[in-house]
């Protein structure tokens, strides 16, 4: 069972910018794949960046261009970068992370992410 710290949400305006981080912990050897997601109100939850342990990402192409995703793997720390960010960005972001290719991973508890002006 995984673990997680999220930090780095908060209010910013259109334009701005935010570092999102994820740190996993519960005894890891390895993680597989680490990344966000994203859920606005109602609305479903959605992809919005994804990394291998080989560093593959995989983005929303709503983010595009404008977040970038890094990680740590010595720290189990996953980050997103959120740039030019829009009022459709507001959302409550979480962390997932999955040990293999095969389980359906672990969430974390969300961060809020909001855009206005």
């Known amino acids: 069972q995984l673990q997680f710290v999220e930090s780095g949400g908060g209010l910013v ?24 997601y994203r859920q ?14 080989w560093s593959s990402t995989n983005y929303a192409d709503s983010v595009k261009g404008r977040f970038t995703i890094s990680r740590d ?16 960005d507001t959302a409550l972001y979480y962390c997932h992370a999955k040990l293999s ?7 974390g508890q969300g961060t809020q992410v909001t855009v206005s002006s």
């Open 13 to 36: 305006q259109p334009g701005g910018s935010l570092r999102l981080s994820c740190a996993a912990s519960g005894g890891i050897f390895r993680i597989h794949t680490m990344g966000w």
């Open 40 to 53: 606005a109100p109602g609305k479903q939850r959605e992809l919005v960046a994804t990394m291998t342990i």
């Open 73 to 88: 793997n010595a720290k189990n720390t996953v980050y997103l970068q959120m740039d030019s960010l829009k009022p459709e």
């Open 101 to 107: 290719i095969y389980d359906d991973g672990y969430w």
